[in-house]
């Protein structure tokens, strides 16, 4: 959305240091500076607020004294207009988006702006002229795309819920594919009553997408494809929308358990076609959602924002029974591997069934309670062997 929009400017007028034979204009006094005022609006405490921004540039008081004696602009306010205007014009269109600071979530934009040098130039010379200390610069503005009254509009004024994971200890080619996959799942809109499709939202899952290849459970081992450690991102936005108290619509547990996931149970894996993760915004309005990460601290992180909730979530711990002894060794192929020999890909782990109980009271206080069991197969240590080994067959 562009507009133009009429700034007040200030010019008051001075001598500057190097002007020491120049009288100053009997009409102004201090300093001459070009002052712009703009305001942006924010989301603080549910409500939208508008925020002054102030700047300023010192312009040449000979400038102003010519100008007013010749009739016209000074080629000596030139080089002072020039900083201003490489500064406004520096200013991009920033999306709105929520920031925690101090315990508090606000929602903030960036206007881009573009300076009209020929209108302000005539509205500086008009006011130097009138022996005003003020002039008016016309500036073009141009609001994000998405905007703060766009998340208003949609009823987005709050944060809803937090869903978080450590991938601690992955290695490389696993991290670099849960940044890729948090990051196309970063900054959009669930519309209300819209089921979150987890496959569609990511899409394909390919070297073309920008994921690398990893290890993935496939026919009760280990084998490498694109989008290793994918389920670290499922398992996160999960996460988020089961806090939230969305209904679940289609999710599954890993066939073993794993550490990345625990607490135990509390995760969804996805594998394209087969499995896949779906939750239904019921809120009544739109769920935004937002991704962040801390690559030192290897944590992956989802907030989603929408209406105030009125209802609240507790999410129980896992009761875990049934445990089973873990299963015999599997064997995958790893170059890296010399013949012969073997390398440890995965830990050996028990069978169990994890239940975990999602408890909802809404505003009117009635209490829904569902359930989130997970029942997983006994696991054996995964050893990578050159291939060609006969431990494959």
Same mark, same amino acid.
């Given at each position: 959305? /562009?507009?133009?929009?009429?700034?007040?400017?200030?010019?008051?007028?001075?001598?500057?240091?190097?002007?020491? /034979?120049?009288?100053?204009?009997?009409?102004?006094?201090?300093?001459?500076?070009?002052?712009?005022?703009?305001?942006?609006?924010?989301?603080?405490?549910?409500?939208?607020?508008?925020?002054?921004?102030?700047?300023?540039?010192?312009?040449? %008081?000979?400038?102003?004294?010519?100008?007013?004696?010749?009739?016209?602009?000074?080629?000596?306010?030139?080089?002072?207009?020039?900083?201003?205007?490489?500064?406004?014009?520096?200013?991009?269109? #920033?999306?709105? #988006?929520?920031?925690?600071?101090?315990?508090?979530?606000?929602?903030?934009?960036?206007?881009?702006?573009?300076?009209?040098?020929?209108?302000?130039?005539?509205?500086?010379?008009?006011?130097?002229?009138?022996?005003?200390?003020?002039?008016?610069?016309?500036?073009?503005?141009?609001?994000?795309?998405?905007?703060?009254?766009?998340?208003?509009?949609?009823?987005?004024?709050?944060?809803?819920?937090?869903?978080?994971?450590?991938?601690?200890?992955?290695?490389?080619?696993?991290? #670099?594919?849960?940044?890729?996959?948090?990051?196309?799942?970063?900054?959009?809109?669930?519309?209300?009553?819209?089921?979150?499709?987890?496959?569609?939202?990511?899409?394909?899952?390919?070297?073309?997408?920008?994921?690398?290849?990893?290890?993935?459970?496939?026919?009760?081992?280990?084998?490498?494809?694109?989008?290793?450690?994918?389920?670290?991102?499922?398992?996160?936005?999960?996460?988020?929308?089961?806090?939230?108290?969305?209904?679940?619509?289609?999710?599954?547990?890993?066939?073993?358990?794993?550490?990345?996931?625990?607490?135990?149970?509390?995760?969804?894996?996805?594998? %394209?076609?087969?499995? /896949?993760?779906?939750?239904?915004?019921?809120?009544?309005?739109?769920?935004?959602?937002?991704?962040?990460?801390?690559?030192?601290?290897?944590?992956?992180?989802?907030?989603?924002?929408?209406?105030?909730?009125?209802?609240?979530? !507790?999410?129980?711990?896992?009761?875990?029974?049934?445990?089973?002894?873990?299963?015999?060794?599997?064997? !995958?192929?790893?170059?890296?591997?010399?013949?012969?020999?073997?390398?440890?890909?995965?830990?050996?782990?028990?069978?169990?069934?994890?239940?975990?109980?999602?408890?909802?009271?809404?505003?009117?206080?009635?209490?829904?309670?569902?359930?989130?069991?997970?029942?997983?197969?006994?696991?054996?240590?995964?050893?990578?062997?050159?291939?060609?080994? !006969?431990?494959?067959?």
């Amino acid at each position: 959305m /562009n507009r133009l929009l009429t700034v007040s400017v200030a010019l008051i007028a001075a001598l500057l240091p190097n002007s020491a /034979n120049a009288a100053t204009p009997a009409s102004t006094a201090g300093p001459f500076k070009l002052i712009l005022v703009a305001q942006e609006p924010r989301i603080e405490g549910g409500k939208v607020q508008k925020v002054q921004i102030n700047k300023s540039w010192p312009m040449n %008081a000979r400038g102003v004294k010519f100008s007013k004696k010749a009739n016209k602009f000074s080629s000596l306010l030139t080089a002072g207009l020039d900083v201003a205007e490489k500064q406004i014009n520096a200013r991009a269109p #920033t999306p709105a #988006t929520f920031r925690n600071v101090g315990g508090h979530w606000i929602a903030a934009q960036q206007d881009g702006w573009s300076l009209d040098r020929e209108a302000t130039k005539a509205k500086v010379l008009k006011a130097i002229l009138a022996g005003q200390s003020s002039a008016e610069a016309v500036i073009k503005v141009t609001a994000p795309t998405r905007s703060v009254q766009l998340l208003a509009e949609r009823g987005v004024l709050a944060h809803v819920s937090t869903g978080t994971s450590s991938y601690k200890g992955s290695p490389t080619f696993r991290a #670099t594919n849960i940044l890729v996959g948090a990051t196309k799942l970063d900054n959009f809109f669930v519309a209300p009553g819209h089921t979150f499709d987890f496959a569609k939202e990511v899409g394909a899952i390919s070297a073309s997408t920008g994921f690398v290849k990893g290890y993935v459970i496939s026919g009760g081992t280990l084998e490498k494809e694109d989008g290793g450690g994918i389920c670290q991102v499922s398992t996160t936005i999960f996460r988020a929308m089961y806090q939230a108290g969305l209904p679940i619509v289609e999710r599954h547990e890993h066939s073993h358990r794993v550490e990345y996931y625990d607490p135990v149970g509390f995760e969804a894996t996805v594998y %394209a076609p087969e499995k /896949n993760l779906q939750m239904k915004n019921d809120t009544g309005t739109y769920l935004f959602v937002q991704a962040s990460w801390d690559k030192k601290a290897q944590t992956l992180r989802f907030d989603l924002f929408g209406k105030a909730p009125t209802r609240k979530v !507790s999410i129980g711990k896992p009761t875990v029974t049934g445990f089973k002894p873990p299963a015999k060794p599997s064997y !995958s192929p790893d170059p890296r591997v010399r013949a012969g020999g073997r390398r440890l890909l995965d830990v050996p782990v028990q069978g169990m069934t994890s239940v975990i109980v999602r408890t909802i009271k809404t505003s009117d206080g009635k209490v829904t309670q569902d359930t989130l069991k997970s029942v997983y197969k006994p696991w054996g240590a995964v050893y990578g062997v050159k291939p060609g080994d !006969s431990r494959l067959r």
